[in-house]
C-alpha cells in the first residue's frame, strides 16, 4: 500500500491483519468445539479427523481431550502418558496464544466483548492444568502427584480471578443481554488489556526434582480459602468466546469446587497443599450453569453432575429424606426429576453417545429396579470407545453382583479382563465370588457334577487373583482393592493350609456379598435381592466338614457378616436388627482384635458408620406419637448421633478401603450441615 493511500484514510495493514486474526479465532473455536462435540457424541474417529483440520489451540484443546477421555476411563498408561504430553504442549501453546491476544487487544482488537483480552487462553491454560491434575493423580509417582496439586492451587487462582472480572462487568451492566457491545468499550471498562495471570504464574516443568517442588510448597502464599462468588447471570451470550469463557469457567470451577468438598480424611494433606476449600452447594450451581450451553464445556459439566448423582450420592447413605427435600437439599441428593431433563437434554444434543445409556442405567438402579438397568446396559448399540465399553460391561458386572446373578456377573467382569487393564486381580477375584456361590448353590441341591466344576472354577479365579495384581499404583501405593484383594485370597490360603482344606473350603462369610457393601450395592436392591443377600450369609452355606466349620467363625469372619448383614436390614428397615448385630458382633469388642496380619481392620469404622446411618434412618422417621416439640427433641437428638459417629469413624487411623468409605463419611457430615442450617440449628 503506497504511503499516499494512507494519507486519505486507507485501512492500516496492522488493523486488517488483526481482523483477520480475530475472525480466524472464532472460526478455529467454533470448529474445534464442534469436533470436540463429536468425542462426546461417541464418534472419536471424526473427532480426530476434524480437529486435524485446524492448527489452533482450540484444535490442540480437542486433540487433548480424545487421549484425556481414554486415559481416564481407561487408566491405561500409554494413553496417560500421551495425554500429559499433548496437555503440556498445549498450555504453553495457550501462553504464547495469551500474549498475542493481549498485543491485540492494545491495537484495538479484541475477540470477546466482556472479558479481558487472552482470557479464552486463560481459560484453555487452566483446562490443561486441570487434566494434568487428574494424570498426576493416577500416576505412579509422588512427584507427579505433588505436581498436581500445586496446578490445582494455580487453576483456581486463575478461575477466581476471571469470576472476580466478570461479577465486576455484570455489576456495572446488570442489564446487558450479551448480544451486542463494543470491544473497544469492553477494553475501557476492564480498565486494562492485561489477563488475569500474574507473571508468577508459569508451568510446572516437568524436570522439577521433588526437593525443589517441596520448597516451593513451603513458600506458597496462603488463600483467601474461598472462591469468590458467582453471580447468577441472565443472559445470553451470543459472542462465541464469551460463551467459551463463561461455560469453561463454570464448569472447571464446579468441579473443583465440588471434587474438593468431597475430599476424605485420608486426604487432608491435599487441602493444605493446595490451599483452598471446596463448596458443593456452588460447585454444582455453576455446573448447572455450565450445561446450559451446548458446547464441550456443557456437555463436560453434564457428565460430571451425572456422574456426581449416579456414582458418588450412589455410594452415600446419609442424605436428605424424602420429607426434606427441596432445591437447597441438590447438592446433597439426587433431584430426580431435574437429572432426568438432564438426560434427555444430553441424549438430544449427542444422541450417538452410549454415556448417556449408562447413566439411565445408573437412575434405574437407584430405584431399586436393577433388572431394568441390566437390561439397559445389555441393549443398544456399544460404543465405539473401548474405554466407555468398559464401563459400561463393569457397571454391568456389579448390577448382577447385587441381582445376585452369578453367571452374569462372572461373565461381565471376565469380559473387563479382556478389555481393560485397570485391575485383572479385582476382576479374578470377583469371578472367583460368584463362582463360590455357584459352588455352593449346587451343593445344596446335591448337584455333585455342578458342584465339582464351580469349585474348581472358584479356586482357579482366585488363585488368578492372587497373581494378577496391576503394576499400577495411586499416588504411589497399591490400588486399594488390589490390596484388599489380595490380602482376602492370602488370608484364606493361610486358612486352608491351617486347616487341611481345599481353598474353596476355606472361605467363610460370602465374598459376594462382601463386595455388594464395599459398592453399596444394598442400595440398589429391592427386597427379593434383601432376602436373597440374607441367605448368602448363613453360616449353612460354607462347604467346609462340620468339624471344621467353628475355626471358619472367628471374631473376624463375625465381624465381616455383621457389617454386611446390618447394611441389608438397614435396607429393608430392620434398624433395630442392624444396630444390635454391629454392638454384638464389633463395637462391644476391642478393637485391637480387628488389627494386624490378614485381619480385617476396616470393619470397625464400617461398623461406626452403619451406626451413623441407622441415626440418621431414624431421624427420618420420627415416632408418630410425639407432639412438634417433642418430635424436634427426637430429630435433634438422631441427627447429633449420626455425626457424632460419623466424626469418630472420620478420626479412625489408616485402614483398607479407607478412601472409599472416607468419601461416604464426608458426605454425610455435608448432608447435617446442611439438615442444621435447614432447620435452624447452627450453633
Known amino acids: 500500500m503506497s504511503r499516499l493511500s494512507s494519507w486519505f484514510g486507507g485501512p492500516k495493514v496492522e488493523e486488517v491483519d488483526h481482523k483477520a486474526e480475530v475472525a480466524a479465532e472464532i472460526a478455529n473455536l467454533d470448529q474445534a468445539m464442534r469436533a470436540t462435540n463429536l468425542i462426546i457424541n461417541d464418534d472419536i474417529d471424526g473427532a480426530e479427523t476434524e480437529l486435524r483440520k485446524g492448527q489452533s489451540t482450540y484444535h490442540d484443546l480437542g486433540t487433548t481431550l480424545v487421549f484425556f477421555m481414554k486415559a481416564i476411563l481407561g487408566f491405561e498408561k500409554d494413553n496417560i502418558a500421551r495425554a500429559a504430553d499433548l496437555l503440556a504442549k498445549c498450555e504453553t501453546r495457550a ?43 493416577l500416576n505412579e509417582s509422588v512427584l507427579e502427584a505433588m505436581k498436581s496439586f500445586l496446578k490445582l492451587r494455580r487453576a483456581y487462582i486463575t478461575l477466581d480471578a476471571i469470576i472476580t472480572k466478570e461479577n465486576e462487568y455484570f455489576k456495572r451492566h446488570p442489564k446487558r443481554n450479551g448480544s451486542t457491545s463494543a470491544s473497544a468499550s469492553r477494553a475501557s471498562d476492564n480498565g486494562s488489556t492485561k489477563g488475569v495471570f500474574s507473571t508468577s504464574h508459569t508451568p510446572v516443568s516437568s524436570n522439577t526434582s521433588l526437593d525443589a517442588l517441596s520448597a516451593e510448597l513451603e513458600n506458597l502464599p496462603a488463600l483467601s480459602g474461598t472462591a469468590a462468588a458467582a453471580q447468577d447471570i441472565d443472559v445470553e451470550l451470543t459472542n462465541p468466546i464469551d460463551a467459551f469463557i463463561h461455560s469453561g469457567v463454570n464448569m472447571c470451577m464446579g468441579i473443583l469446587m ?48 451425572l456422574n456426581f448423582y449416579h456414582s458418588l450420592l450412589a455410594m452415600v447413605d446419609i442424605q436428605p429424606h424424602e420429607a426434606d427435600f427441596d432445591e437447597s437439599a441438590e447438592p446433597y441428593g439426587i433431584p430426580q426429576a431435574k437429572v ?91 469371578a472367583g465370588a460368584a463362582s463360590l456361590e455357584l459352588y455352593r448353590d449346587a451343593v445344596e441341591r446335591g448337584d455333585a457334577a455342578e458342584a465339582k466344576t464351580e469349585k474348581k472354577n472358584t479356586e482357579q479365579y482366585l488363585r488368578k487373583a492372587l497373581d494378577s495384581p496391576t503394576k499400577k499404583k495411586f499416588m504411589a501405593r497399591q490400588l486399594p482393592f488390589d490390596a484388599f484383594v489380595l490380602r482376602k485370597v492370602q488370608k484364606w490360603e493361610a486358612t486352608a493350609k491351617e486347616l487341611h482344606l481345599d481353598l474353596a473350603d476355606a472361605v467363610s462369610v460370602s465374598p459376594a456379598v462382601e463386595m455388594m457393601y464395599t459398592w453399596s450395592g444394598p442400595k440398589f436392591m429391592s427386597a427379593t ?43 429393608q428397615n430392620r434398624l433395630d436388627e442392624a444396630r444390635k448385630v454391629l454392638n454384638e458382633e464389633i463395637l462391644s469388642h476391642d478393637k485391637n482384635l480387628f488389627k494386624g496380619d490378614h485381619k480385617e481392620d476396616y470393619v470397625v469404622p464400617a461398623a461406626i458408620h452403619e451406626i451413623a446411618a441407622i441415626a440418621w434412618a431414624e431421624c427420618g422417621q420420627p415416632p408418630a406419637d410425639l407432639d412438634a416439640e417433642e418430635m424436634e427433641a427426637y430429630k435433634k437428638e438422631k441427627a447429633k448421633e449420626c455425626e457424632e459417629n460419623l466424626e469418630k469413624a472420620r478420626m479412625c487411623e489408616s485402614y483398607v478401603l479407607d478412601t472409599r468409605l472416607g468419601l461416604r463419611i464426608q458426605a454425610g457430615l455435608s448432608t447435617l450441615v446442611w439438615y442444621r442450617k435447614k432447620n435452624g440449628w447452627e450453633a
Not at 475477540?111 to 479464552?120: L, N, V
Not at 467363625?553 to 454386611?564: K, N, T
Open 340 to 430: 432426568e431433563a438432564l438426560l434427555t437434554t444430553m441424549r438430544e444434543r449427542f444422541p450417538q453417545s452410549r454415556m448417556w445409556l449408562i447413566e439411565e442405567a445408573k437412575g434405574l438402579a437407584t430405584q431399586h429396579n436393577l433388572p431394568a438397568a441390566i437390561g439397559e446396559l445389555e441393549g443398544g448399540t456399544q460404543s465405539k470407545m473401548k474405554q466407555v465399553t468398559a464401563i459400561n460391561q463393569f457397571t454391568l458386572a456389579l448390577f448382577s453382583m447385587s441381582a445376585h446373578d452369578w453367571p452374569r456377573m462372572r461373565k461381565y467382569f471376565l469380559h473387563c479382563i479382556e478389555i481393560n487393564t485397570w485391575s485383572a486381580s479385582l476382576y479374578y477375584y470377583m
Open 529 to 571: 435381592e434383601y432376602e436373597k443377600a440374607e441367605k448368602c450369609l448363613a453360616w449353612s452355606r460354607l462347604t467346609a466338614p462340620a468339624d471344621k466349620l467353628e475355626k471358619l467363625q472367628g471374631r473376624d469372619e463375625l465381624a465381616v457378616r455383621a457389617v454386611s448383614l446390618a447394611s441389608i436390614l438397614r435396607g
Open 258 to 305: 465440588l471434587m474438593m468438598s468431597l475430599m476424605p480424611p485420608a486426604f487432608a494433606r491435599i487441602l493444605s497443599i493446595v490451599g483452598f476449600k471446596g463448596d458443593r452447594e456452588a460447585g454444582i450451581r455453576m455446573l448447572w450453569r455450565s450445561v446450559a450451553y451446548p458446547n464441550a464445556n456443557g456437555a463436560f459439566a453434564g457428565i460430571m453432575l
Open 95 to 137: 501462553w504464547d496464544d495469551l500474549k498475542k491476544a493481549q498485543k491485540r487487544a492494545a491495537a484495538g482488537h479484541a475477540a470477546g466483548e466482556i472479558y479481558p483480552p487472552g482470557t479464552e487462553y486463560e481459560v484453555v491454560v487452566t483446562q490443561t492444568q486441570l487434566m494434568s491434575a487428574v494424570l498426576g493423580v
